[in-house]
């Protein structure tokens, strides 16, 4: 196992208890470079969105754990997050609630010339997803193949 992956999931197990006491759900738990900083990153949310200052309660009891904990070993800038609109589905539960919803997805590589799709999803397994368009029907695409699959946003 990774540093990176190391970090996440020993984040996760900490952080997991303080999001669950609020009722919020923990969507993720990055472990990222960007620049010259690295960013352990959680995400959470609730039913209506989450808030700073829920943020706030969330964060200030983790870093109370970091502290003490001291489990990384790099430098780095810890952050507790809303997942935005945009946020990729990555867990079977992102999957779960998006079902019967339309998402976008965008691929590797193209099929028949295009590299983007939307659609309705319609089902899914460990190596597939399945969405639905009017245009063209039912589309099931390989995993593996998904650059990015996420909700589709309407403005």
């Not at 808030?51 to 706030?56: A, F, I, L, R, S």
């Not at 609630?97 to 976008?104: A, I």
């Amino acid at each position: 196992m990774s540093r990176k992956e190391i970090y996440e999931q020993k984040t996760e197990s900490f952080i997991q208890p303080i999001v669950d006491k609020y009722h919020f759900e923990l969507v993720d738990v990055e472990y990222v470079k960007e620049g010259s900083d690295w960013y352990l990153r959680a995400y959470i949310d609730k039913e209506g969105g989450i808030t700073v200052n829920d943020c706030e309660m969330v964060a200030r009891e983790m870093n109370e754990i970091l502290d003490r904990e001291d489990y990384v070993e790099d430098s780095y800038i810890f952050e507790v997050s809303s997942p935005g609109l945009g946020r990729p589905l990555k867990k079977e539960k992102d999957y779960v609630r998006s079902m019967g919803k339309e998402v976008e997805i965008r691929l590797y590589r193209a099929i028949d010339h295009e590299k983007e799709f939307c659609g309705v999803l319609s089902a899914y397994d460990e190596n597939t997803v399945t969405i639905e368009d009017e245009s063209y029907g039912q589309k099931v695409f390989d995993k593996k193949d998904i650059a990015l699959i996420r909700l589709a946003i309407d403005f």
